[in-house]
């Protein structure tokens, strides 16, 4: 069976260890293989590969991320030959080559050249660590993270306002500690280190308990109790020693407790374990930071096989930094740092796709892989998609800038009633393909049902694990599991499930088009003309497949503008000021408009269509900012193009604003339903420069994303909130209206 692109034959749900990701293996699926990397440590081997597809599922290409254990190498040896099987037709005069970094890519390298029958090209380790820690913190959203048992994960920016990522310092623990000062692309030097690392816990633990298991040796020191072992600062002074700062628990000799008689301690291997895991940690973190202050760096990384997500060994090291810098330097994690080196490797070879166009890549948890030795399970790894340009922040972005309205980590209740609405909505998909409601009579625009099943299946798992584990895929957001979904309903072939509701409610609002900016043309004043223009763009924002709550009404063509209008309360008073609009633009107007729109349909065609007509015809150039690729019934780029050329057909005045370039249509970069502002289509960028005013329109835009957003010049928001979630966040009610206007000024000051 094939869905789409994807050969499903064989495919079936793998449900790996408990705490990791459901994959979906598809055993017959083929994409070519275009570069291999590996990156060959003492306890595990990381292979990260670049593949591209023959057909367009995902644009430009996606990296993947595989670990094994260096133990069982021929299992990663057989893993890469099946890769170069299905590399593509190799450069004339340019044979295969997979890079290779870490003492393995030594150690093993002819192994590997003789088995595999290609060039093995090694690349320095701290070279490829550095290079893929600067590459994944830039195009990853939610690679850096802090840790402490009291707060638990906390997604960070790696840059604060204005900086830049360096300097910066990678602590990378192995079996021993490398400490590297980073000043920029390719610019590093090994500062300092110690060989009281892993190799030490592991060692020490190993001849004291018999343990031979690193995971094992981890989890027992989630049982110890480390005071029975360690002589704490209590067991000398009986109380704090308040005068230099240290309290009666800290640790004043690691094992000191064992040889004084008098303290009479009884322990077991798992506090052994817990002392022995707490004098590496703590010794690696006073290390790094005075290291840290000798070289005046803020920021300290950590990275290394000994870290591999394990709660109490981050918490230990945060604990170390936070204590030796009293509070003024956090321990900073990453998500993929077991891969960077391999990814550092991938990034050197001369086929890298970085290298042969600027690009930015995709998170996609569509199929999620388990972190490497990922033993707190608290984190899983998608594949990047390649995006087809580089993405770019909007210039009149104020800055810092958080896209998310809600954390639904750290709000139970909101997170909750998300994954049971958006399980619900997955239910409902499949009950409106099987009703037909989503076809357009003719077989070529059929939904297929056994799709839409595979895509709530797959979906509904994706859910599940979220409610378990909250930050697997790193910041829950709405922007984020919305964004999941349509992963994963083009993962399984569905491109765009509501192409034929689309183009009949387009259809059916182009023929309402005249009459509708007629009766707004012949209101006696401006300012009644810019207030109706405003209600008809909030009442098109009803038309909304992704709102369960208008489902039905919508699958019956019972909504139209009117009655939209009518289920609308204009309310509440501090989210609605289209009088101040109205009046702006009486006094003086704006030369460039930046408008991101949401639906197709009445949204579009009768809600903003009609506004970009009347700023357009005030002089202003109306940039509309579309979809690039199909997300629930939104307006795609092509799409809103068709549109805005079957309107000017039957109205002169947006012929006119065409035909002198006064309203355009660009791809957003988007291809979900809310937008990061932060990652834009270049060429929607270059037309953004000048304009001083910011429409965003639709609940996903508006509401769930970039409510907090601020700007340099002025900005409109229009949405109506749709469900109860939004709603309950904001302090309003199901189908109150958001028609908020913020000159710059206020941006400023908010």
Wanted: charged share 20%; glycine share 10%.
């Amino acid at each position: 069976m094939m869905f789409g692109s994807i050969n499903s034959s064989g495919a079936v749900i793998d449900c790996i260890a408990e705490g990791s990701a459901f994959d979906i293996v598809l055993p017959n699926q083929t994409e070519r293989v275009q570069n291999i990397a590996v990156d060959i440590g003492g306890s595990l081997a990381k292979v990260v590969y670049y593949t591209t597809a023959t057909t367009g599922r995902h644009s430009g290409g996606r990296l993947h991320f595989k670990a094994f254990e260096t133990d069982h190498l021929d299992q990663c040896i057989e893993f890469m030959r099946r890769l170069v099987d299905r590399s593509s037709e190799p450069t004339p005069g340019l044979d295969p080559v997979i890079m290779a970094t870490g003492g393995g890519a030594h150690r093993f390298g002819a192994d590997l050249r003789s088995r595999l029958g290609v060039e093995i090209r090694v690349v320095d380790e701290m070279e490829s660590l550095t290079a893929g820690l600067n590459f994944l913190m830039r195009e990853v959203a939610d690679e850096v993270f802090t840790y402490s048992e009291a707060r638990g994960q906390k997604f960070v920016s790696p840059v604060a306002e204005s900086e830049d990522l360096f300097p910066y310092m990678l602590v990378n623990i192995g079996s021993g500690v490398s400490i590297l000062k980073v000043t920029g692309e390719g610019q590093y030097e090994r500062i300092s280190g110690t060989s009281l690392g892993g190799g030490t816990f592991w060692g020490l633990l190993h001849e004291l308990t018999g343990v031979t298991s690193f995971d094992a040796m981890l989890e027992t020191t989630k049982s110890g109790d480390n005071t029975k072992v360690d002589m704490m600062v209590g067991d000398i002074y009986g109380t704090n020693y308040d005068k230099i700062g240290l309290k009666a628990t800290n640790i004043a000799a690691t094992m000191g407790g064992v040889y004084r008689k008098g303290l009479d301690k009884q322990y077991s291997d798992a506090d052994i374990a817990r002392s022995l895991l707490y004098m590496v940690s703590n010794n690696i973190g006073q290390i790094a930071y005075l290291n840290a202050q000798l070289h005046g760096i803020r920021r300290i990384y950590f990275g290394g096989y000994f870290i591999r997500g394990h709660p109490l060994t981050m918490h230990t090291l945060s604990y170390a930094i936070d204590f030796w810098s009293k509070g003024m330097i956090s321990a900073l994690f990453l998500r993929h740092e077991g891969f960077l080196g391999a990814t550092g490797a991938l990034l050197r070879g001369e086929a890298a796709p970085t290298r042969r166009r600027a690009c930015s890549f995709t998170e996609n948890f569509s199929v999620a892989e388990p972190a490497a030795g990922d033993s707190a399970g608290v984190s899983a790894l998608g594949m990047l998609d390649q995006q087809a340009e580089r993405l770019e922040r909007l210039p009149q972005l104020r800055l810092p800038y958080v896209p998310d309205t809600v954390d639904l980590a750290a709000d139970e209740g909101q997170r909750s009633a998300w994954l049971s609405a958006l399980e619900r909505s997955t239910h409902e998909l499949v009950g409106l393909v099987e009703r037909g409601a989503l076809d357009a009579g003719s077989s070529e625009d059929r939904v297929d049902v056994g799709r839409v099943r595979a895509f709530s299946t797959l979906y509904a798992r994706h859910l599940h694990r979220l409610g378990a584990q909250p930050l697997a895929y790193g910041a829950l957001t709405v922007r984020g599991i919305l964004g999941l979904r349509e992963q994963c309903l083009r993962e399984v072939g569905l491109g765009d499930v509501f192409a034929a509701v689309k183009r009949r409610e387009t259809a059916a609002a182009l023929m309402a088009f005249p009459e509708c900016v007629a009766r707004t043309d012949g209101l006696p004043t401006r300012r009644e003309r810019v207030l109706a223009l405003l209600g008809n763009a909030l009442a098109g924002n009803m038309f909304d497949w992704g709102a369960s709550e208008l489902q039905g009404a919508l699958a019956s063509g019972a909504l139209d503008l009117a009655a939209a209008r009518e289920r609308i309360s204009y309310s509440p008073q501090r989210l609605n000021n289209p009088e101040a609009f109205a009046d702006n633009i009486i006094a003086g107007g704006y030369g460039r408009v930046l408008v991101f729109v949401d639906n197709s349909g009445a949204d579009v065609v009768l809600g903003v269509l009609p506004l970009a007509r009347f700023l357009a015809q005030t002089g202003a150039t109306v940039v509309l900012a579309a979809n690039s690729r199909p997300a629930l019934n939104d307006v795609t780029e092509g799409e809103l193009k068709h549109i805005v050329g079957e309107a000017a057909k039957v109205d002169k005045s947006l012929a006119q604003a065409l035909e002198e370039e006064r309203l355009l249509v660009c791809a957003s970069g988007s291809a979900g339903p809310c937008v990061d502002l932060r990652r834009l289509d270049p060429r929607l960028v270059a037309l953004a420069h000048a304009a001083d005013l910011v429409v965003l329109v639709g609940m996903a835009r508006a509401i769930v994303s970039n409510y907090h957003a601020r700007f340099t010049c002025d900005s409109l928001r229009i949405a109506v909130f749709k469900n109860k979630m939004t709603a309950d966040a904001a302090g309003a009610n199901v189908f109150d209206s958001l028609c908020l206007y913020v000159p710059k000024d206020s941006n400023a000051k908010s």
